[in-house]
């Protein structure tokens, strides 16, 4: 029994090892098959992530490729449509600055030696207009050679100087022969300067003595126009039949008082020029004129207007144009300012004086077009009033923009360059609808941000006193004087 036992106890313990055994090894393949069973499933999920995130990326970097095209396009579309382009720019940026310093090196009067050769020039043609009167027995008393001699003086001293260009001797030196013509037939007039002497005193002498016009004109109505006004159709002869009170060549006074600034620090004769530059904008420049002629007459101005127009269908220069006009109406009668006034422009409001200001005054503060509002503070441009002393001061407009735009803001820069301030009438006076037309290409905007980064530097060479061009013709029209200027063709780098 006990061999029974023990060998059934054997049996038992040999059972039980080999089941445990047996338990052992299904555990020990029950956990390689979990250990397989748990750790190929983790591992697709890892994967199944990492192109979720992966194709997150692409999307992504899809959506920059796409902005950055989007960016290319509008960016070849506004400087160039590809490359080569860009390059073109680039050289005639080049060329710009090769051109401006052969004006610099070789065409241009030092500011101060032009202005007094100006000056000399501008009373030699007014004297000249003088004995033009004298011969049509226009009554005046002056004694000619007093006159002429000191500025016969003045040119040697000039010619005695060193350094001066072969430009500026020979314009001195023709300046003299003229000086000198016109002093050997001053006794030519002097007997008729004392005929007309006589007759001029008993004419004038029961004429009531005129006063200065009244600070605030009397006749002015106020804002005529607002933003539902339509304009005439009329045309230019029908202007000229209403207005026959103004002179030849567009020039008008009030009878009934003497002209004068509105400050009452001077009380000199207030003249003021009008000068439009224009280019194949007729319809635009007789609205102007149905409108301008009654709003300077109700403010009582000594006025003249003067139509700049360019020749042929080359490059337009607006400056050449303004700086072209100033010169000539300059040299025909000492006018105490001059307005630049865009064809385009049309006044609300006659409160908004033309009338010469102690400070550049920029008129068009308010335009339709603008919501009535300035864009940006250094837009001087459309309606501009200044005085001839401050625009040789900053030698007038640059010549060197060609094409629309920018020689305003040029202006402005020059201005403030020699600390020469601006003003502005209120916006609510300061009213302008700009006339509907097709809107000109401006400019490279390479181009004339290059110019404007140097429009302070460029004032004593570039402007008035270097503006090249040819007077095509001067025709006094009944409304207005036409001034036809051949403006030439650009330099390298400036078409």
């Not at 403030?416 to 000109?440: C, D, G, N, Q």
Request: hydrophobic share 35%.
């Amino acid at each position: 029994m006990l061999y029974a036992y023990g060998r059934h106890h054997s049996v038992l313990t040999s059972s039980s090892s080999s089941s445990f055994h047996d338990q052992e090894q299904e555990s020990s393949h029950s956990n390689h098959r979990l250990y397989r069973y748990n750790h190929e499933p983790v591992s697709s999920n890892l994967l199944s992530r990492d192109i979720s995130s992966i194709l997150i990326l692409l999307f992504f970097l899809f959506l920059l490729v796409i902005s950055l095209s989007q960016i290319l396009v509008v960016h070849t579309s506004r400087y160039g449509t590809n490359f080569s382009a860009m390059q073109k720019v680039q050289e005639e940026l080049k060329q710009m600055d090769e051109s401006m310093e052969a004006l610099l090196r070789n065409n241009v009067l030092p500011i101060d030696k032009w202005r007094l050769l100006f000056q000399i020039q501008t009373y030699l043609y007014r004297f000249e207009l003088l004995f033009d009167t004298f011969n049509n027995q226009t009554k005046t008393n002056i004694t000619i050679k007093q006159l002429l001699k000191p500025l016969l003086n003045k040119s040697d001293e000039l010619l005695l100087q060193e350094n001066n260009s072969n430009h500026l001797m020979n314009n001195i030196k023709n300046v003299q022969n003229r000086l000198v013509a016109l002093i050997d037939d001053d006794e030519y007039y002097q007997w008729k300067n004392r005929e007309i002497k006589n007759n001029y005193t008993n004419n004038n002498y029961n004429k009531r003595k005129r006063n200065y016009c009244q600070e605030e004109p009397r006749y002015l109505r106020g804002r005529y126009l607002d933003e539902n006004s339509t304009f005439p159709n009329v045309s230019l002869y029908e202007i000229e039949t209403n207005y026959t009170n103004v002179r030849s060549g567009g020039q008008w006074s009030p009878s009934h008082c003497i002209a004068r600034h509105r400050d009452i620090f001077d009380r000199k004769k207030n003249s003021v020029a009008i000068i439009i530059p224009y280019r194949d904008r007729f319809e635009h420049l007789v609205t102007l004129l149905y409108y301008l002629h009654p709003i300077l007459q109700r403010q009582e101005l000594d006025y003249k207007i003067y139509v700049s127009e360019q020749t042929g269908n080359g490059t337009y220069n607006k400056a050449v144009l303004m700086n072209a006009a100033f010169i000539y109406g300059l040299s025909e009668y000492d006018f105490q300012c001059f307005v630049f006034h865009d064809v385009d422009l049309i006044p609300e409001d006659d409160r908004n004086m033309y009338s010469c200001p102690i400070f550049p005054r920029h008129m068009s503060v308010a335009v339709d077009e603008m919501n009535y509002k300035l864009t940006y503070e250094e837009l001087i441009g459309g309606v501009f009033n200044i005085r001839p002393d401050h625009f040789l001061t900053v030698n007038g407009y640059s010549n060197l923009y060609w094409g629309w735009g920018a020689e305003d803001d040029d202006l402005y820069y020059r201005l403030k360059e020699l600390s020469i301030k601006v003003i502005r009438p209120p916006a609510t006076i300061a009213r302008y609808k700009m006339l509907a037309h097709t809107k000109r290409v401006p400019s490279i905007w390479n181009k004339r941000a290059k110019l404007l980064y140097s429009a302070a530097k460029r004032y004593t060479w570039d402007g008035v006193s270097s503006a090249r061009y040819n007077l095509t013709s001067a025709i006094a029209y009944p409304l207005f004087t036409h001034l036809l200027i051949d403006v030439g063709v650009p330099p390298p780098g400036f078409s």
